[in-house]
């Protein structure tokens, strides 16, 4: 069992956590590899095993170093070292032979294939060498985020730069060093964010620093080289140990993505290796949470690969199922979100007027594809802001015309009006004629103008004849249809049944049956928060859905990771959860996806909301 590690924030795989040492390390680290091998430090390599006559030996100095040291320090224990493209059998071998225990906290060499031990750190062997390889990297670092307990903290050794750092965390590291930041002053290297230079190509020095303040490029050049290296080296550090703060913060607001966009540009490696990361969907999504404090910004092509907006459009084209309306009316985005709280679609809302309840509207937009009027509130519908030129590139055009097509091709509409122009009525003309259907066009030139919208009221008008519909039933389409987004297709008609009704004014939905209230709907996310009586819904169909088994305990509060003796995989961070035990049930936002719960050791896994005693 992992005892010294415990991970207490998240943002994707990137993650803040705590080393509880001898003193209290807070992750990400910047380690400093000078004292590695002192006892006084809180991380310390027993070193290769090259360096002993025998294991004996070896045996001999970790258990002289524990005593030394304490329990309260982690050690590295005594490994083989060989390079990453050694042969994977001679590599298990070694390693089969030469396995080491120590009390207190531990870290070993993680070799691919080797059953995995409860240590509190492993480390990735040759990381160093993994540099402008980005798929070698990345394919190590997945395979030990998964095959590691969660509560395990993840080493890269001899591979972090300032320009680096951020997406080296994003990806899921937790513990880097400072090697190259040394190795770099000593060949006169200043390291930045933004690259490195060497010192006699600089005219100035392009930093502030304590070390940087005192002297110049010039200044430094005069210098004898070990005076130098010292300041360059110092500088180098600091920067390193900014931009670890720097992305603590990210994580914290849940906007390490957005900074990585733009500091992957720096070096085409970095670049590439946030490409191939995108690639590698089930391992980015299932630690994305559901939704994030702030905005999602989507300022470039990379945006529309990341694992929020590829999720949502997979949701939908997955587990939605729309209105019982034969009318689908199609809608251009608008800068404001929600939509409908915009100008623009006020106007429409007034122009369909009394017979918009038998229209189902659907939002074309970049980068999400299409959004369904139900789901306009549920994160990241009402939550991104992306850049507005009125040019849609190839990519973009491309992308948001699929998610039309699988969509037109798995429901199916008598009718289909478009009151759009521009891109939005290109890709409306690309998919028409690819799929063979009719699309009705009511924008004159302007989607706002009197006659648009005139000839828009008048063509539904015209559609909608003859139809009834209730304003509760439009409720309800909603209610389940962000019921199955959440909870999977089929959801819906569990939470919200046909004897059920509808309370509270849009966007503050709730759903009873009888007295009881079963789901609320949440307009900061546009999620449902269940009760005790949706759970047992739930519960009652027999379906695993978000649920989290316990042990024979009532929990209070906050629900820990040992507690939990099983969990629904396809949970994730900040979804609603159902949680069940002999003694009580309860509901709750997890703080960790469903597999992390069932593999750590430590941590809140989930807060709990309310709890209800089984009798």
Known sequence: MTQYFEVEQRDGAARIGKLMLKETIRTPYILDTRSLGSSESPIIDSGSLWKYADREEAEKKLTELRERAGDDALIILPHQDLTPDAPRDLAMKLAESSEFTSTGATGTIYIPGQEVKEHDLYVMEGAGCFENNARTFLNTLIGMRDTVASDTAIYAPNICTPENLALLVYLGVDVLDNTRAIIAAHNDIFLTTAGQFYLD????????????????????????????????????????????????????????????????????????????ADAEYEYMESKAPIARKGALIATCGESQNRVEIVRFAKRIQERYTPPETDILLLLPCSAKKPYSTSNSHWKFINALGKNRKFVHEVIITSPLGIVPRELELTYPAAHYDTTVTGYWDAEEREWVASCLE??????????????????????????????????????????????????????????????????????????????????????????????????GPFPKHQVFVGKKQLITLIPQYGTLAITIDGARAIMEQDRGNHIVEIDDFVPRGSLLAPGITDADPSIRPNDEVLIRGKKAIAVGRANMNGDEMRRSHRGVAIDLRHVKKIE
């Open 201 to 276: 190509s600089l005219s100035e020095l392009p930093c502030r620093c304590s070390a940087c303040s005192s002297t110049s490029a010039s200044d430094l050049m005069k210098m004898d080289k070990k005076s130098r290296a010292k300041i360059v080296e110092q500088h180098n550090i600091d920067t390193m140990e900014a931009e670890a703060a720097l992305v603590r913060e990210k994580i914290r607001k849940g906007m390490l993505r957005e900074y990585i966009e733009g500091q992957c540009r720096v070096h085409p490696w970095l670049t590439a290796l946030m490409r191939l």
């Open 406 to 503: 699988n969509y037109l091709l798995q429901h199916r509409y008598t009718s289909i009006v478009a009151h759009v122009e521009d891109a939005y009525r290109q890709i409306c003309e690309m998919v028409a004629e690819k799929l063979g259907i009719d699309i009705i066009y009511t924008s004159l030139g302007n989607v706002t103008s009197q006659e648009s919208l005139k000839k828009l009221s008048t063509t539904i008008s015209e559609l909608a004849t003859g139809r009834k519909r209730s304003h509760m039933q439009t409720q309800k389409d909603l209610m389940k249809a962000v019921a199955d987004y959440q909870f999977g297709k089929g959801s819906g008609q569990i939470l919200v049944p046909e004897d059920s009704t509808i309370k």
